[in-house]
T-cell receptor, first 111, second 116 residues
Framework: DSGVTQTPKHLITATGQRVTLRCSPR?????VYWYQQSLDQGLQFLIQ???????AKGNILERFSAQQFPDLHSELNLSSLELGDSALYFC??????????FGSGTQLSVL | GENVEQHPSTLSVQEGDSAVIKCTYS??????FPWYKQELGKRPQLIID???NVGEKKDQRIAVTLNKTAKHFSLHITETQPEDSAVYFC???WGAGGTSYGKLTFGQGTILTVHP
């Protein structure tokens, strides 16, 4: 157990819908990262938050947004979902900015 | 931004053999290079990492070497066991502090299969 909690584990929805993925970092970690993993794209960095502030952005679509709350948990919002958004979404947290600890992921299926 | 290429994409070895996975990175400012192991259906887990001021690091059967001049680093697994079978990802972090801190760029992964 990495100490990073992600919910839900599985999410099945339809095209055009909006979903929210939730992540609770390890105790003491201020940084939260979101990654998307699909079969043909590996682990793609989406966005990073540090103590409530956005720190870095990857190739995150405009339909996707995220935030980190005062209690340090983070949410990733995916809207106007398309079939191609189906993937495994990982959250990771870090104290030092180096060693990332990943959650178990949320498997999103868009039908 | 950083680009990380990883080879081979698949690697099959016999139990007891050694396995080597290589990665190259594009940004000479990269300063931290971790390796993650992901078993089927599970999350990536850090197995070893190295900073740019170190050339080699070893932890039991696994080791990582870094060649900054050539901008490549490698994972070495000796005396492989069936439980080493997994997908291995290399990664690189570029920059030092600021918004780039902790932003890891991953390679495409290597599927390692160790046959008993």
């Amino acid at each position: 157990d990495s100490g990073v909690t992600q919910t839900p584990k599985h999410l099945i929805t339809a095209t055009g819908q909006r979903v929210t993925l939730r992540c609770s970092p390890r105790s003491g970690d201020l940084s939260v990262y979101w990654y998307q993993q699909s079969l043909d794209q590996g682990l793609q960095f989406l966005i990073q938050y540090y103590n409530g502030e956005e720190r870095a952005k990857g190739n995150i679509l405009e339909r996707f947004s995220a935030q980190q709350f005062p209690d340090l948990h983070s949410e990733l919002n995916l809207s106007s979902l398309e079939l191609g958004d189906s993937a495994l979404y990982f959250c990771a947290s870090s104290y030092s900015g180096e060693k990332l600890f990943f959650g178990s992921g949320t498997q999103l299926s868009v039908l | 931004g950083e680009n990380v290429e990883q080879h081979p994409s698949t690697l099959s070895v016999q139990e007891g053999d050694s396995a080597v996975i290589k990665c190259t990175y594009s940004d000479s400012a990269s300063n931290y290079f971790p390796w993650y192991k992901q078993e089927l259906g599970k999350r990536p887990q850090l197995i070893i990492d190295i900073r740019s001021n170190v050339g080699e690091k070893k932890d039991q059967r696994i080791a990582v070497t870094l060649n900054k001049t050539a901008k490549h680093f490698s994972l070495h697994i000796t005396e492989t066991q069936p439980e080493d079978s997994a997908v291995y990802f290399c990664a690189a972090r570029w920059g030092a502090g600021g918004t780039s801190y902790g932003k890891l760029t991953f390679g495409q992964g290597t599927i390692l299969t160790v046959h008993p």
